[in-house]
């Protein structure tokens, strides 16, 4: 039996009149990779955010791992881990101080916390760089260490907000072995990309535009219904262009190398 770990019921997010989330509606199952796709501007940042109890939803039901996105955002957090393209390591820190940062705001123990840095350092090949700081790091690096510090704490959920954007695809692909790994230690992983070869990589995706959920299935039911050879063709017949360029819009898919 499946068992739903994100439950969404009808959330509307509105900006003032604009509404970044137009009446979504899906589940999550525990230990899926489940991709959120869509154009610039269609709305999953907004999303995510709320799902990760940072912004608060218009009007909406919405449990996340177990909890009431209005009431309890306090335990979503400490059961989710969150990752952006924009915001993860402290750049004027070391490796080492980013992950004991990370470690003492989800309360894992001193002890606990050197043997896990100790084993992560070195799955990660990065002993070495321990005491570099972030600013001087390839950015594959960095990206690989901000996904095993949102996992460290072992959340049951972990948002995904364009992990990959800027790498090389040999990075991007071991970037996905850590994402399948975390996936294999239970963890459900809820990702958002503009690569349409790591759609493929998804137990479902979904497909966003202005605002609304287009479509959702697995990657192979998605393009036997658009009648596809793969998902960037499925992606192209349901997404637009975002309606307002200056607001970062634009069509921005970017197709397998
Ligand atoms: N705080 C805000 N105030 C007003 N409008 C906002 C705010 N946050 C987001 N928006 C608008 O909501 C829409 C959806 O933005 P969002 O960042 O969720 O899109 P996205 O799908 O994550 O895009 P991208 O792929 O570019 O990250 C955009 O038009 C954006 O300008």
């Known amino acids: 039996m499946k068992e739903e770990i ?21 589940d999550v199952y525990k230990g899926e990779v489940f991709g959120f796709l869509g154009a610039n501007g269609a709305g999953k940042t907004t999303a995510i955010r709320i799902l990760s109890g940072l912004s608060s939803p218009t009007s909406g039901k919405l449990n996340v791992a177990g909890f009431d996105v209005y009431t309890e955002t306090e335990k979503i957090k400490k059961n989710i ?20 940062f990370y470690a003492g705001i989800y309360g894992i123990s001193p002890k606990r916390r050197k043997e896990k840095m100790g084993e992560l350092l070195k799955k990660l090949e990065m002993e070495k760089a321990k005491n570099k700081l972030i600013a001087g790091l390839p950015l594959g690096w960095k990206q690989k260490l901000a996904f095993s510090v949102a996992v460290f704490h072992e959340p049951k959920i972990v948002f995904l907000d364009e992990p990959t954007g800027g790498v090389d695809p040999v990075t991007r692909r071991k970037f996905w072995d850590m994402i399948y790994e975390a996936a294999n230690d239970g963890i459900t992983v809820f990702v958002t990309t503009h690569y349409m070869d790591e759609a493929e990589y998804c137990d479902r995706v979904s497909i966003m535009d202005a605002g609304k959920i287009e479509a959702l299935d697995t990657p192979a039911k998605l393009k036997e219904k658009y009648n596809a050879k793969d998902m960037d063709e499925v992606f192209l017949r349901i997404a637009r262009a975002s309606p307002n360029p200056s607001e970062g819009g634009g069509q921005e898919t970017i197709t397998n190398e």
């Open 6 to 26: 994100i439950r969404v019921k009808n959330l509307v997010k509105k900006f003032g009149s604009f509404t970044a989330n137009d009446n979504l509606t899906f």
């Open 81 to 100: 881990g969150y990752m952006s393209q924009k915001f993860s390591l402290y750049e004027d820190l070391t490796v080492a101080e980013n992950i004991r």
